[in-house]
């Protein structure tokens, strides 16, 4: 069987980085001309990346975890130990000029405008060096404007701007050419969370345009609804890579019902009637938590298990969360394996 | 809001030229906001480089001849010095801010876009001392060649003009070499290119009055005495062979190449090490200077 | 009588708690340039370049016979080291910490430190001089041997010579101090630096003895306090400043030193206006 050529390959991608191992002042400084010794830290770990066009993946880990600096390799400003990697064909650091024409990165922690110029000169600076014809150019920045809102942030010099008026800014500047893949590393980074809800609605948006997109970030609320895919990577190796979906499934399946009777909480009678869950007591002798399989029961069952035995005042249900896999994962209490989820022990 | 969009692609050097030039508008705009400094820049500059013309002028008074030179040949060397560095502070001022991109990883965003990075970083500030400096140095080397006794031709004239820009040339691309150990000395701010900067300015005054060894060193390991005393014995007629003068346009582009070549190096180190720089508070805080 | 000796212990023990803290900013700051070795080795060697240049200089102009300059090419050379070791002291690193901290706004912080401000600054300057000194003399030193030897005072003159150019130190510090607040107005210190690098350099007599001057820049530099940082003490050295005027030169450095103080005390009040009213 024919296998169609990824947009973004890596195979065996690994980064190490040697620091001098020296001692502080001037004596370490004097000591390591003459004995060098290094100390070594693997970034990246032999991982294999395979990212087709118009995917949306996550790529999550811990802090440290090695997300930028597979990043910055795959757009060409790393070169990297050992491995391969392929973007639409091309080596990103040996043709790094002609790789930036495709691709708009987004860094959390730093902007690419220019500090001391309005935004609308950075963005129309990025128009000239993309080529873009004016027409093109107006055209790309309404669309951005219609969604970031950018109107009052135009005329405003980059280090003026506060972090969420930033992000939107640079989010332009990452999109104002119309890359056909997208980074976006740490972007909600900082952000309150009105600012974080724009942005992962500007995510969702790019997704469903057909743009590649790679979104590196630990905050794993970024990635429901964003992405179909997910990539765990901790400690510079690859612990997961499938789909969102079935991780969810296979791992995140226990749901939770919260309820407040009006009177005692009947918890004996109603785990009689739900044998198959966790019933037990809340902060009050009045809250009941139901703690299920959802695909063994529905919230349905579960309430009618309920209702009976008195008066329900409230109720709330927590749905599954990736957190919870991932925080397993992070932990150490779960290695999954790749593509079908299968954990792997 | 826009004028329409050009049909004709931009390739190659004319695209890297206009992009440069779009570069620096961008920058000298945001520049002109700040009024009140673009006056002080100014007169601070003419203030700073005429306090050296006084200097010499008041020597000059009690001594015909340093060496053999008269005033207004030494003026006419130290023209050379103000004007380079005037068209240096204008046109490449980003340069001297290359020790702080390097290392707080502000050359990841340059990186991404499909520009020269040495281009963006040259490109990235406008210094208006140049201004006044390019006042002060064509007035000074206006009034030196008048009183300089040579005969103009039209050919003398278009050589004095291509030696002039070649000198500037010499001390962009000696900036640029210097520069670069941004890529080596892992601080925000390094004072290696401002010494290099200090070291250059010797050739304020003419080359003959140093020893053999610094002559040597100013002439051929950083070849600053080509953006002022080589050039200036052409123009004047005397002082060192004509021919040596001639060569400053080839110094110039042997300059610059050794810069872009450079520059390449500790890009592809900053490249497999990235920017793992330490802060230097001291530097950041003591002494961040560059030419005034 | 035990409550009289318990307020004065009192009023000593408050006397001494605030100098601890200027003796140990002071100590912060010599430390932070020998944290720092390499960049303040370029940093002398940038100094010591326009050393080079002045010396060179001088010789070529002294061969062709100095006779009118009144100095012979073995005291122009004692007095170029002088001027180049009196010149490296204060020489950018209190005022440019300064203009850094108040254009990024520290010095809201520095505001409200128990310390006074310019008390706090000089303090450092004190700390940075230490190394400034020891190693623009030693500069200074190879520099000697290396032209051929520098001729040394006589014993007699040594004292007024090092009170002279003990008293350099807050006389620099003076004009540096108050250059460095200018940045309460402007937003660029750089080229203000430069300028007044320059300015003050010339008119100091580091490059040119300020006899060699014409009349009307030479009275101008007579007002001025600028003559004290430099050419008074190396004056002294070489012998060209002795009795009488050797010590009516030194007082005026002293009047100086503390006119300046008080000047700048005044200009700190308008500086700290300018900023709680405005901003910064």
């Given at each position: 069987m024919m296998r169609s050529v990824s947009l973004i390959e890596a195979t065996n991608l690994t980064k190490v980085f040697r620091r001098a191992d020296k001692g502080p002042g001037l004596r370490g400084s004097l000591r390591h001309l003459v004995e060098r010794r290094f100390v070594e830290h693997?970034?990246?770990?032999?991982i294999q990346l395979s990212i087709d066009a118009g995917e949306a993946v996550a790529y999550v880990g811990p802090n440290g975890a090695g997300k930028s600096t597979t990043v910055k390799m795959l757009t060409g400003i790393l070169v990297p130990t050992e491995g391969d990697i392929y973007v639409a064909g091309r080596v990103p650091h040996r043709e790094r000029i002609e790789n930036a024409r495709n691709i708009g990165v987004v860094f959390g922690q730093r902007t690419?405008?220019?500090?001391?110029?309005?935004v609308r000169d950075s963005l129309e600076l990025l128009r000239d060096m993309h080529g873009m014809t004016q027409s093109r150019f107006d055209k790309s920045l309404e669309r951005l404007d219609a969604v970031l809102g950018l109107s009052d942030l135009l005329s405003v010099m980059a280090r003026k701007l506060s972090l969420g008026q930033r992000m939107r800014a640079d989010l332009a500047a990452a999109l104002i050419h119309e890359p056909s893949i997208v980074y976006l590393d740490e972007p909600t980074i900082g952000l309150d969370i009105s600012v974080k809800d724009r942005v992962r609605a500007f995510a969702r948006h790019l997704v469903a345009e057909g743009t590649t997109v790679l979104l590196t970030t630990h905050d794993l609320d970024d990635i429901e609804d964003i992405c179909r895919r997910i990539i765990i990577i901790d400690d510079g190796r690859l612990a997961y890579d499938g789909d969102l979906e079935s991780v969810k499934n296979t791992y995140a399946r226990d749901c939770s019902m919260h309820f407040q009777l009006a009177a005692g909480a009947p918890v004996a009678s109603v785990s009689a009637r739900l044998p198959e869950a966790t019933v037990t007591l809340g902060d009050n002798e009045r809250e009941l938590i139901v703690t299920f399989d959802r695909f063994a029961l529905s919230t349905g069952s579960v309430l009618n298990a309920v209702l009976p035995d008195g008066e329900v005042l409230d109720v709330s249900i927590s749905e599954p969360a990736i957190e919870d896999v991932v925080r397993k994962v992070y932990a150490g209490e779960l290695r999954l394996g790749h593509s079908n989820g299968e954990a792997a022990t | 809001m826009g004028k329409p969009g050009r049909p004709r692609r931009r390739t190659g050097l004319y695209r890297a030229a206009w992009l440069y030039r779009r570069c620096l508008g961008a920058h000298l705009r945001s520049t002109l906001e700040y009024e009140a400094d673009f006056w002080i820049m100014s007169v601070t500059a003419v203030i700073t480089q005429g306090i050296g013309v006084i200097f010499l002028w008041t020597i000059f008074r009690t001594i015909p001849l340093i060496n053999g030179w008269k005033f207004w040949d030494v003026v006419l060397i130290y023209s050379l010095v103000v004007i380079a560095e005037g068209l240096s502070q204008l046109f490449t001022q980003g340069i001297w801010n290359l020790s702080w991109v390097v290392n707080t990883g502000g050359l990841d965003p340059m990186l991404i876009r499909p520009y020269s990075p040495v281009l963006q970083v040259l490109s990235s500030e406008v210094g208006m001392n140049g201004l006044g400096n390019m006042a002060l140095g064509i007035g000074l080397f206006a009034a030196a060649v008048s009183h300089s006794g040579v005969s103009w031709s039209a050919w003398r004239v278009a050589l004095a003009l291509v030696l002039l820009v070649s000198a500037a040339l010499v001390k962009i691309g000696l900036n640029l070499v210097t520069s670069c150990a941004a890529f080596w000395l892992r601080?925000?701010?390094?004072?290696f290119p401002f010494s290099m900067h200090r070291l250059g300015e010797l050739t304020r005054f003419p080359l003959t009055i140093y020893s053999t060894a610094v002559q040597l060193v100013l002439s051929i390991v950083l070849p600053f005495a080509f953006m002022s005393f080589f050039p200036a014995t052409s123009v004047l007629g005397?002082?060192?062979?004509v021919w040596v003068g001639l060569l400053t346009p080839a110094v110039a582009a042997y300059c610059l190449f050794m810069g872009v070549w450079i520059f390449r190096l500790g890009l592809r180190r900053y490249e497999s090490t990235g920017h793992l720089g330490r802060a230097c508070r001291v530097c950041e805080a003591g002494h961040l200077r560059r030419p005034g | 009588m035990t409550g009289q000796s318990l307020d004065a212990r009192a009023a000593g023990r408050q006397f001494r708690a605030p100098f601890r803290a200027y003796r140990s900013m002071a100590r912060m700051a010599l430390r932070s340039l020998v944290a720092y070795p390499v960049s303040f080795v370029f940093n002398l060697l940038a100094s010591a370049f326009g050393a080079l240049a002045m010396l060179y200089l001088w010789r070529a102009v002294l061969r062709n016979?100095?006779?009118?300059?009144?100095?012979?090419w073995a005291h122009m050379k004692a007095y170029l080291l002088i001027t180049f070791i009196t010149g490296s002291l204060v020489s950018g690193y209190t005022d440019y910490q300064m203009a850094f901290r108040i254009r990024q706004g520290d010095v809201a912080t520095d505001l409200v430190r128990p310390v006074d401000y310019q008390r706090a600054r000089f303090a450092e300057t004190c700390g940075f001089a230490v190394y400034e000194a020891g190693t623009a003399i030693a500069v200074a030193a190879c520099a000697a041997i290396a032209f051929g030897g520098v001729p040394v005072p006589p014993l007699r003159a040594w004292g007024l010579f090092l009170l002279s150019a003990l008293l350099v130190l807050p006389l620099r510090f003076g004009v540096v101090y108050a250059s460095g607040l200018v940045t309460f107005w402007t937003q660029n210190y750089v080229g203000v630096q430069a300028a007044r690098i320059a300015l003050v350099t010339f008119l100091s007599g580091a490059f040119v003895p300020l006899g060699l001057l014409p009349e009307w820049l030479r009275l101008t530099a007579d007002v001025l306090p600028f003559a004290g940082m430099a050419s008074t003490p190396a004056l002294v050295y070489v012998g060209h400043l002795t009795g009488r005027a050797a010590f009516t030169a030194v007082a005026a450095q002293a009047a100086w030193s503390v006119a300046l103080w008080v000047l700048a005390r005044a200009f700190w009040q308008r500086a700290s206006r300018q900023l709680t009213v405005h901003g910064g």
């Open positions: 693997v970034a990246v770990d032999h690419q405008l220019w500090w001391d110029l309005p | 601080t925000t701010y390094s004072m005397h002082g060192a062979p | 016979g100095g006779s009118a300059i009144g100095f012979d």
